[in-house]
């Protein structure tokens, strides 16, 4: 018996004595069937509901404005990398320089020795002091590789005879 705090019971102030279902006993047990309710989602997960479909709707690629403000988008920043690389152009091309530059003057500073060894009269000691001038100064080492066998061997007797 479930009672009320003012004295009655819950059931309208009557007791409950369980004939209100006298009459279900006829029904049979394999006809009963038992549902449970689904639970009501609150009015805040409500809300969330009715706001996704639109959002969905917004998002989903059938927007065409969105697609315009995202190709857009793409297409600025691809703008922006085109503009990046074509102001590092002049910088790798001169880098490129430098370093083709820098490979040239160690392939000429390799092949310094066996060209200063070929002209007759010089002594060991005079080839490793041309080596060290010529080495040194990268702009009279272009020169000495443009010249010919002959006027290398006068330019290297210049070069002991008067130095720089």
Do not use: C, W
Request: hydrophobic share 35%; aromatic share 8%; charged share 25%.
């Amino acid at each position: 018996m479930f009672s009320h705090p003012d004295g009655g019971s819950q059931y309208g102030g009557s007791e409950y004595d369980g004939s209100q279902f006298d009459d279900v006993e006829d029904l049979e047990d394999d006809e009963t069937t038992f549902t449970q309710p689904n639970p009501q989602p609150s009015s805040g997960q409500q809300r969330a509901q009715q706001k996704r479909p639109a959002q969905d709707v917004a998002s989903g690629p059938s927007n065409p404005r969105r697609k315009v403000n995202a190709l857009n988008e793409m297409s600025n920043k691809f703008g922006l990398m085109a503009e990046a690389v074509a102001g590092m152009a002049p910088q790798l091309a001169g880098l490129v320089h430098v370093l083709s530059t820098e490979k040239d003057l160690a392939d000429m500073q390799a092949k310094l020795g066996g060209e200063l060894r070929k002209i007759e009269f010089l002594t060991p000691l005079q080839v490793f002091r041309i080596t060290n001038i010529l080495a040194k100064e990268h702009d009279l080492l272009r020169v000495f590789f443009t010249m010919t066998d002959e006027e290398k061997k006068d330019y290297v007797f210049n070069l002991m005879e008067h130095g720089l």
